[in-house]
């Protein structure tokens, strides 16, 4: 069970100790997992909640399948073909806010004791509460990306009714920004992300299992590097054993009083 900061020493006394090595770093990196999307309403893709666990997990060549037939690809969803979990997450996606851990980190990012953030979520509330330096490794469900030149188009609560235009830069194919099963990561999101992990030497993973490949590897690249590496999640993950120091704690809670413990002269 997580108690608020106030009536646990422990928790603060934590929370100082993390204070104190982001002060020491030159250059902290910040990655955030499904953990941070679940606190603003938005369910996880696995585990005993997950989209993935009730409705099953979609085909792994999704990517390869929307190559093959973009048009028929966009068609079924604009007839209500689409398959039920992209229902429940679009209707989870439509109605989040960010929530007070998205807000503080924008704050870390604001005051420099953070120099980035990588954010495996696709839900924008990063960007919506104000983070700047950051990096939606997985994409992000409110953009339109070409395939070919990486150009992305906002799209805001709109979704689209017909396959998309061609890209207006280069004329390529354009899907969701959101990576499908099969996809590679985006390359210039991808070298943007591996050239923080080579500068980080203090590494923050927030709310994520530290599963998902290839994001979660950037971890283990920084932890061989010799990043001081700190977790902040409810539950023990794969990384907590490589961690100087894990915190048990809700991002909502733990990283607003982070905030404060920063900015308290």
Known sequence: MITTFEHNPDLRSQVGEIASILRQSDHTVAMTGAGMSVESGIPPFSGTDGLWTKYGTPPMDGYSRFRKDPIGWWNRRTNEKIDAHIMELRDALKNARPHAGHFALAGMVQIGALNSVITQNIDGLDEKAGVDKLFEIH???????????????LLADVVPLFAPDPCGVCGGLVKFDTVMFGEPIPEDVMRSARAEIDRADCVIAIGTSATVRPASGLLWIAKAAGATMIEINPSETKLTSLCELSLRSTAGLALPALLEALTDT
């Open 139 to 153: 994409g992000n469900r409110q953009k339109l990306r070409c395939v070919d030149c990486n150009d992305r188009v």
